[in-house]
């Protein structure tokens, strides 16, 4: 399926604010307007990097006062995700390299604590190791942790997410690859857009590297579903921030779009954020 997607955020500054942001998919073209202008001005300093983990990550100069940034793009996805039940745990000894850093505890994913060990055993049960144990914790989460808004803040992890017994897609995310990676199977944060969610934001699930491939697992959806444009993906939130500012800033608005593309529907050229 071909999804045409986006974001358009307004943002307000005192003083000019350089800003490291992931607003651009790792797959797909895309086209920037700036002030309802085509790309950055060379006052901008746009620069664009990839990250350790492969992500795109765009830096530039949020001058003083309202800057509007809109993003467009169009990107190939599946309808559907891979489910495979009888995915086996792959010992970490005979891990690829790449996964082990996923194993560890980081910032908003404690799992080297004996707290989380402990509910991860209780969450499986006698689920076989790999993907059902995988399976098992993404359907507690649905179950027994309530999502809503404003119980959560930038610094709340996983261990507080329990505590709560609430929070959004952020926080389920933590929770389940915090419980994955304390039963020694590689867990990764992902952020992106989900076609049709409801209601459309930016959206983050967890994946779960299982017989030598990642899967995804989505505790805010009650079915698997394709459809996703993937941003970045990294240890935990503070891997993929869509938006990290060095001065003072605001975020007056987001909006976020996932739509499937209309057949006539007109293609446009990779542009890397330069002004037309």
Same mark, same amino acid.
């Given at each position: ?23 651009? @998919? ?36 949020? @001058? ?29 000894? $005979? ?9 560890? @505890? ?35 989460? $649905? ?75 989505? $505790?805010?959806?009650?079915? @698997? ?50 002004? $037309?």
């Amino acid at each position: 399926m071909r999804v045409q997607a986006g974001c358009e955020l307004s943002i307000e500054t005192d003083t000019a604010s350089p800003v490291i942001a992931m607003l651009r @998919p790792r797959d797909g073209v895309a086209k920037w307007r700036i002030n309802d202008r085509s790309g950055f001005e060379r006052s901008h300093g746009f620069d664009e990097h990839v990250d350790s983990f492969g992500n795109r990550c765009q830096r530039f100069v949020v @001058p003083k006062g309202l800057t509007r940034v809109r993003i467009d793009t169009t990107v190939d996805t599946t309808p559907d995700i891979k489910v495979a039940p009888n995915a086996p745990a792959i010992d970490p000894g $005979a891990l690829p390299a790449d996964t082990l850093q996923f194993l560890l @505890p980081s910032r908003y994913c404690p799992s080297d604590r004996s707290a989380m060990w402990e509910q991860a055993r209780n969450v499986v049960g006698g689920a076989a190791p790999g993907y059902a144990q995988a399976e098992a914790i993404r359907r507690w989460i $649905a179950a027994h942790l309530e999502y809503r808004y404003g119980v959560s803040n930038a610094s709340t992890d996983a261990q507080d997410t329990l505590a709560h017994g609430a929070g959004v897609c952020r926080d389920f995310a933590h929770v389940g690859i915090t419980l994955c990676r304390a039963l020694d199977i590689p867990a990764r944060m992902v952020v992106g857009w989900l076609h049709d969610l409801k209601p459309m934001d930016m959206h983050a699930w967890f994946e779960a590297y299982l017989g030598g491939t990642w899967y995804t697992f989505d $505790a805010t959806q009650s079915a @698997p579903r394709g459809g996703r444009v993937v941003i970045a993906h990294g240890r935990d939130a503070a891997d993929v921030a869509f938006l990290t500012s060095y001065r003072p800033l605001r975020t007056l608005s987001l909006r976020v779009w996932a739509d499937l593309e209309c057949p006539a529907a007109r293609t446009f050229d990779d542009d890397l954020g330069h002004a $037309a």
